[in-house]
């Protein structure tokens, strides 16, 4: 398979930064605040080392761009794009609803994508023409068609007032046979493994986004921008059944 050896290094290091953030989470956590006011903590950090350090000593001419703030530059034409822990809230929180990015991009093209919960021993996976897996299990999203049948789910519903379909969307959400927020990560894969069948982010960055977006298509569904793109760098998302497009889409096209 291509990514063999980038996939069984990523794997690795990223299983291993997990059991060190499982460690940190069940003692103390100093818990700080970046500019933005979104939570920073010390496992935030040491999972960063862990992934940048191990994708560094395999492959020193590929770039990085992480969420805690490692770069570098790529003299490879590839990059590995991470969000150490996807989750913080609920990492500080003591939840185990957290995970693990790692992303590979080449060619303007996310090829590889990885999405570990440590505390669940789940990890979901996808190479760019292999498929998408959980460990060794093969995942597909659903067949569902009919939003009286599916599981609509939401990222952060808190803010949902100051978005452009906020007025729209408690008589939208009405038609679903289930609306849940359980938090990005846990929800994508819940997409991608046909638990749900629509998701939406109205507001993210190219590391919450990377490792998704290859393992949702990967598993047969839809990665859409508001605006009809396909790009980890549109700022939002929808994740969906193919089916159920036309649907969200609808939704959201009634809002600009």
Not at 45 to 56: D, G, K, M, N, T
Not at 80 to 97: E, H, Q, Y
């Amino acid at each position: 398979m291509q990514y063999q050896r980038e996939l069984d290094i990523a794997r690795t290091a990223v299983l291993r930064a997990g059991q060190e953030a499982l460690r940190l989470q069940r003692g103390a956590l100093d818990i700080q605040r970046k500019p933005d006011h979104s939570p920073v903590t010390v496992a935030d950090r040491l999972v960063e080392q862990i992934l940048v350090e191990a994708l560094l000593e395999g492959f020193p001419d590929d770039g990085l761009l992480s969420e805690e703030g490692a770069q570098g530059s790529s003299r490879s034409g590839r990059r590995w794009i991470l969000d150490p822990i996807d989750g913080t809230r609920d990492f500080a929180r003591g939840s185990r609803m957290w995970a693990i990015f790692v992303a590979l991009e080449e060619a303007q093209q996310i090829q590889l994508g990885i999405c570990h919960f440590p505390a669940w021993g789940e990890t979901y996976w996808a190479v760019s023409g292999a498929g998408a897996w959980c460990n060794d299990r093969r995942v597909h999203v659903s067949r569902v068609s009919d939003p009286a049948q599916a599981v609509l789910c939401l990222n952060e519903l808190q803010r949902a007032h100051a978005y452009p379909f906020g007025g729209r969307l408690i008589e939208w959400m009405s038609r679903f046979w289930a609306v849940r927020c359980a938090g990005g990560c846990v929800d994508a894969m819940n997409v991608a493994a046909g638990r749900a069948d629509i998701w939406i982010d109205p507001h993210a960055e190219p590391w919450d986004l990377a490792p998704i977006k290859v393992i949702v298509e990967e598993a047969g569904g839809r990665f859409l921008n508001f605006d009809g793109g396909s790009s980890i760098y549109g700022g939002n998302c929808v994740l969906c059944t193919p089916a159920l497009e036309a649907e969200v889409m609808t939704f959201l096209a009634g809002s600009r």
